[in-house]
């Protein structure tokens, strides 16, 4: 997949929804919540600043994060599902 995305933007691959709860309750595709954990694909080059210097991102490609269940764009890119989110859309990065 070849895509550069612009200024504070990130490229974020929802992993997959579970198939069963705790308790062991197959869920069928229509109870599936969204996924609001991912894999980053592809960053930015940082937001362009008023002195005209880039701010950096605090996230790096192939970082796992958490992000807003309905922020950010869904695309699809070569058959798979991605999201293009802003930097400030991600709430988290697991470690």
Do not use: H
Not at 29 to 46: M, S, Y
Not at 65 to 80: A, C, M, N, P, S
């Amino acid at each position: 997949m070849k895509i550069n995305p612009l200024d504070d933007r990130v490229v974020v691959r929802p992993n997959e929804a579970e198939e069963t709860t705790a308790g062991g309750i197959v869920l069928p595709d229509a109870a599936k919540e969204k996924q609001q954990r991912g894999t980053v694909l592809a960053v930015g080059p940082g937001r362009l600043l008023e002195s005209g210097e880039r701010s950096p991102i605090s996230v790096k490609v192939g970082d796992q994060v958490l992000f807003g269940k309905y922020g950010g764009t869904e695309i699809e890119i070569d058959g798979e599902e991605v999201k293009i989110l802003r930097e400030s859309d991600i709430l988290a990065k697991l470690v």
